[in-house]
């Protein structure tokens, strides 16, 4: 939808799933950070205010909006939808689909799948196809009525859980190349070891707890283990990488290792023709850093709008109050559907932690704007694009590596398809491991992230159209979108 729009005219019509005026006190929509009652219910004034302020975009009506505590956390950057840009697509010119609604079965077998990601954040990805948490998990997710992502004749496998659906996604490690290899920057030859957090460790796991955070209520930021250094192997780890990283910072990383390799680009790059000359500030490793990055705030810009201008969709976690209170008594809400009531992850989530609340795994929860879609997903769609035009997507990255047991050291990666490890496929890898991160973190849902790489996708196809109009040189650039699809620019 987001890409079609690029060649609407007039301005696309902006659609929700209407949640905002099917059900009562606002109990399907995003309202953190706003007064909350007892059971977690926004004030219906103070969310009232919130939608006059975004139909009249004053600046004024944006500081009279209220928020639970008057010293705790703020809304993120509302007004930034309300930006123009002066190359690529305008943030209003695009659009998602309407997100899934609360009593759909879609959403059921979304939070199920988000239930089962938090049971699962330690076990590490390459034990995945024999541990019992995930066979519970795939075994379970193969049985909702409307879960749609990856599956292996019909079913929901150990090695397609927690997957995304690009083509590249389903082909080698859990995590891509991307993530793993060291970055030579500049004189820096910098290995990709993180620093950690407790295992086993959640959050907002009690209701008087997730209900001050809902309110806004500041919380002490998690501890970093600056010294115990590894390899990303585990969900949990994964979730800590999207907790602090500069968004586009897997995408320079990525860009910078592709350099260093040597990697082709593709072969509608001028300079690939010429006896005489060579890329630099167009259509040379100075360009491209600059262009994979310049995307990134584009593709926000446009992500906010719709976050806050068209969708507000309520958080996870907020979702997982609901289910607690339906679940515990605290409140009738019947409009959820019953297969995530049902579920065998809700069971054991309450099992292991006493509460029907989804734990999280930042002790803040999710950050103070609206679920649908992910930032980090939308930049990740945009940053991503830009790599795929730029160089030769078929080309197989050279020996590939895993992280070992402990996450210590990286070795070699032997499995059947190791010579099938393309630029492509890991590029809509590392997309889908950074996006699926956040899920994994408990603050997004999986269209959040399958929309929203479309839509950066969309941003970043409208950048390289004006890179090719506003160059002299004779330039094209072609790419597999994430449907599947090639296109030429």
């Known amino acids: ?127 995945f196809d024999d541990n019992p948490l995930t066979e519970q998990a795939a075994a379970e997710l193969s049985t909702l009525s409307d879960y749609r992502a990856p599956k292996q004749k019909g079913e929901i496998t150990t090695g397609t859980l927690f997957r995304g659906d690009a083509r590249g996604d389903l082909r080698g490690p859990y995590l891509s190349q991307f993530l793993l290899r060291d970055i030579q920057y500049g004189t820096l030859r910098i290995p990709q070891l993180h620093d950690t957090v407790t295992e086993g460790q959640d959050f907002l796991t009690g209701f008087e707890n997730w209900l001050a955070v809902q309110r806004g209520t500041k919380v002490p930021e998690i501890q970093r283990d600056r010294k115990d250094r590894r390899y990303l192997r585990t969900p949990r780890d994964l979730a800590h990488y999207v907790h602090f990283d ?36 167009t259509y040379g490793p100075p360009a491209v850093l600059s262009l994979v990055t310049e995307v990134a705030t584009r593709a926000l810009k446009a992500m906010w709008f719709q976050k806050w201008f068209v969708h507000r969709r309520l958080r996870p976690e907020a979702f997982g109050g609901r289910v607690h209170a339906h679940l515990s008594g605290l409140q009738d809400y019947d409009m959820i559907d019953q297969e995530v009531l049902n579920s065998n ?26 679920a649908y879609g992910s930032g980090h997903a939308t930049v990740a769609g945009a940053c991503v694009t830009v790599l795929k035009a730029w160089f030769d997507e078929s080309w197989p990255l050279p020996e590939p590596v895993v992280p070992n047991a402990k996450g210590t050291a990286l070795k070699p990666y032997t499995g059947p398809d190791a010579d099938r490890l393309t630029v492509g496929g890991e590029l809509d890898k590392v997309a889908a491991n950074i996006a699926t991160g956040r899920n994994m973190a ?20 409208g950048v390289l159209r004006d890179q090719v109009r506003l160059t002299k040189e004779a330039a094209s650039f072609g790419l597999t979108r994430f449907d599947g699809t090639r296109m030429t620019i």
């Open 246 to 281: 500069a968004l586009y910072e897997a995408y320079l990383n990525a860009c910078l290792i592709l350099l260093d390799l040597g990697a082709p680009v593709d072969t509608g790059n001028p300079y690939e023709h010429s006896a005489n000359q060579e890329g630099f500030g």
């Open 1 to 127: 939808m987001a890409i079609e729009a690029l060649s609407r005219l007039p301005w696309p019509e902006q659609v929700n799933n209407g949640e905002e005026s099917d059900f009562p006190s606002f109990v399907a929509n995003y309202s953190k950070g706003l007064p909350h009652n007892e059971v977690g219910e926004v004030d219906q004034a103070a969310y009232n205010a919130l939608l006059r302020t975004l139909s009249t975009g004053r600046t004024e009506d944006f500081e009279r909006i209220p928020l639970g505590i008057a010293d705790g956390r703020r809304l993120v950057n509302p007004q930034s939808g309300l930006a123009f840009d002066l190359e690529g697509p305008d943030a209003q010119a695009l659009t998602i689909a309407p997100a899934p609604r609360i009593d759909s079965a879609r959403n059921s077998a979304e939070a199920v799948e988000l239930y089962w990601m938090a049971l699962c954040r330690d076990v590490p990805f390459d034990k």
């Open 345 to 370: 992850a809700v069971k054991l989530t309450a099992e292991k932690h006493g509460s029907y609340l989804l734990p999280q795994a930042f002790p803040e929860g999710a950050p103070l704007h609206p």
């Open 442 to 461: 408990g603050v997004h849902w999986r269209t959040d992230y399958t929309e929203a790489v479309r839509l950066g996708e969309a941003v970043a196809i």
